[in-house]
């Protein structure tokens, strides 16, 4: 799937559906076989993998599923992604204690503003709030995808406070590789490094480890089992059979 596919046909949305579906029976398949031989490995690369990122994770760290995925906030399918099937995810499988989701990084080079998008979710997560300033983002990604003007929707979120302190953390940050600094933010070069920018690293070096070749991608760890990764949207319909067969085992 390209990078940053989007549709709005209903018939490509099916299709895409299906090909998800087969994709994710081929990892619960590959999972299987390997389940008998697997060893203690996988099951500490996952604990270790929860632990990196726990500020922006939604649900309980004791789910029986835990749900890792690798997006760019400025990219349409992982939009689509979001607002489709990881908003009732959210409300039915992670509110109830099946799955645990967590987020990392990737920002695409052919996204301009995808890095401060990047920036200011980790500020937000830094401060507790991670969940409000993801979905501000991503049901505003149109408008601020236009002219960069991600605070305008990310100071909608929070309280003033919380903004100020999550701007505050956004200002220690220089320009990104395009050249670009937050609109209304006069913002220069700081002497010190912008540890937000870290924590972006350190997602995108785990995703280059996996590998990630595009965004979404996401991944499954069930009793301690990693299973391969997958691209592309996903249904919820898909998404939810596939969490049900792995409940069911």
Request: glycine fraction near 4%; charged fraction near 20%; hydrophobic fraction near 40%.
């Amino acid at each position: 799937m390209p990078r940053g596919w989007t549709s709005r046909a209903s018939s490509a949305t099916r299709v895409l559906g299906w090909t998800a579906l087969f994709a994710l029976i081929a990892v619960a398949t590959t999972a299987q076989t390997q389940k008998k031989s697997a060893t203690a490995a996988p099951a500490a690369k996952a604990a270790a993998t929860s632990d990196e990122v726990p500020v922006k994770a939604i649900g309980s760290k004791s789910a029986p599923i835990t749900m890792e995925v690798f997006s760019d906030y400025q990219c349409p399918s992982c939009r689509l992604l979001y607002e489709q099937t990881l908003k009732p995810l959210i409300n039915e499988y992670v509110a109830t204690g099946k799955v645990y989701l967590v987020h990392h990084d990737f920002p695409l080079p052919m996204h301009k503003y995808s890095t401060d998008a990047a920036r200011w979710v980790n500020a937000g997560a830094r401060i507790g709030r991670y969940p409000e300033v993801e979905a501000a983002l991503y049901d505003n990604q149109d408008a601020w995808s236009a002219d960069g003007n991600i605070q305008k929707f990310v100071a909608a979120a929070l309280s003033q406070a919380e903004f100020k302190r999550a701007e505050k953390m956004v200002e220690t940050c220089v320009a990104d590789s395009t050249g670009f600094k937050p609109a209304r933010l006069n913002l220069t070069p700081q002497a010190h490094e912008c540890s937000i920018d870290d924590a972006i690293a350190k997602d995108k070096a785990l995703g280059n480890a996996v590998p990630i070749t595009q965004t979404p991608t996401y991944r499954f760890t069930y009793k301690g089992q990693i299973y391969p990764p997958t691209a592309g949207y996903v249904t919820w319909q898909i998404l939810k059979q596939f969490l049900d067969s792995l409940l069911a085992q």
